[in-house]
């Protein structure tokens, strides 16, 4: 009794801020035990909130604390207000945040026609175009979601809360590309994701950041076009060949990350094999033939024909799809030595042998036959 006697009693005025406890919820409306009044303070359900709600118990329970404002002075209750409280506190806050730039969370109440809103003590609203940096067509498993926003556009007058996520995101990517530049060195081997590509190259996003692969970097041999050889979202490994941090440029090689094509070609071929290549250059010394992708060997001149030859030009010519003998093979110094004259004469000398078995078996006799005479003869 003592504590309640010393409780200053007042009669409150249309304006006032008071802070009471819930002592009673009823579907439309919510009691409050207003501290320093004889009069009960009454909340209706229009008061409660900046948003929608159904029942007065989504938003408050019994013994909850609230800060309200006094709408309406009665003869037995305070009509009170906690949206107005909330809205004034709310107010004073986003226009801090707001001269910061500062960032925080909110939680996603309600999808509406163009965007989404958010409970900031007033309605807060993020237009379907500041949500995120890409385009999203269903918002439907963003209710109830958390966000971190920043406001964007503030006006009291006209009760306007502009807030964006997506502001939030492309300030989180600058700050993370900035940070990979800074890591980043040239001579490093990473693995990325085509994200796009284009005629002139592919741009492949490592980390969070994109860096082009020029289409002369895309492969040890000619390419086309890029999508002949790679696709989007497809994993590869990426050399860094340079870094611009001032404009944020990222040169990239898919090439320089393979195994070279001389790699290991002493195990897939080797001296007095018999492969196909093409022929890629003719020079005045002989011809160069591709028998792998960026292996390229050299028949000299003295080896492109039986015959005598003034220039390789005379019996080959380029792109045309030819048979060689391997020579010689050195992985190291990259060079690999062909023949077309040494196959041309295996196969003369087969033609030969054929010849003359087939004039043996015309005269009816055996090959054995004809030695046991010519040795009687001798006797």
């Keep these: 009794m003592e504590e309640m006697n010393q409780v200053e009693v007042r009669a409150y005025e249309v304006g006032d801020t008071v802070k009471g406890q819930v002592t009673k919820v009823e579907d439309k409306q919510v009691f409050v035990d207003v501290e320093g009044s004889k009069l009960m303070g009454i909340i ?94 269903d918002f ?95 994993k590869v490994k990426v050399k860094v060949l340079s870094v611009d941090r001032d404009n944020g440029r990222i040169s990239l090689s898919i090439k320089e990350a393979l195994p070279g094509p001389w790699e290991g070609i002493e195990q897939k071929i080797k001296e007095g094999d018999v492969v196909e290549g093409t022929v890629k250059r003719l020079v005045p010394f002989g011809a160069f033939v591709e028998v792998f992708p960026g292996v390229e060997g050299l028949v000299h001149i003295s080896q492109i024909s039986t015959k005598h030859i003034g220039t390789p030009h005379e019996v080959l010519k380029e792109g045309e799809q030819v048979k060689v003998k391997v020579l010689s093979v050195n992985e190291q110094e990259r060079r690999l030595s062909l023949s077309i004259r040494e196959l041309l004469e295996e196969t003369a000398a087969e033609e030969d042998y054929r010849e003359y078995t087939n004039t043996v078996e015309s005269t009816g006799f055996q090959l054995g036959e004809v030695i046991g005479e010519q040795l009687k003869k001798l006797k």
């Design 44 to 137: 209706p359900i229009s008061e409660i909130s900046g948003l929608h709600i159904e029942k007065a118990s989504d938003a408050l329970s019994v013994g909850d604390e609230v800060v309200a404002k006094v709408k309406k002075v009665e003869d037995e209750a305070l009509i009170l207000s906690k949206k107005a409280a909330d809205a004034e506190k709310a107010w004073e806050d986003l226009e801090q945040k707001f001269a910061a730039g500062e960032t925080f969370t909110v939680v996603v109440k309600d999808i509406v026609k163009g965007g989404l809103v958010a409970d900031v003590g007033v309605r807060g609203f993020i237009p379907a175009s500041l949500v995120e940096t890409n385009f999203v067509e």
């Design 140 to 234: 439907s498993d963003y209710k109830d979601r958390s966000l971190t926003v920043k406001v964007v556009e503030l006006d009291r007058e006209k009760n306007r809360v502009i807030l964006s996520h997506r502001a939030v995101v492309e300030e989180e990517e600058a700050a993370k590309k900035k940070a990979l530049l800074q890591s980043l060195e040239a001579g490093q081997v990473l693995e990325g994701t085509v994200e796009r590509i284009t005629d002139f190259g592919v741009f492949v996003n490592i980390g969070g950041v994109d860096g082009l692969v020029h289409i002369s970097q895309l492969a040890h041999t000619r390419v086309e076009h890029p999508s002949d050889v790679v696709e989007k979202g497809q």
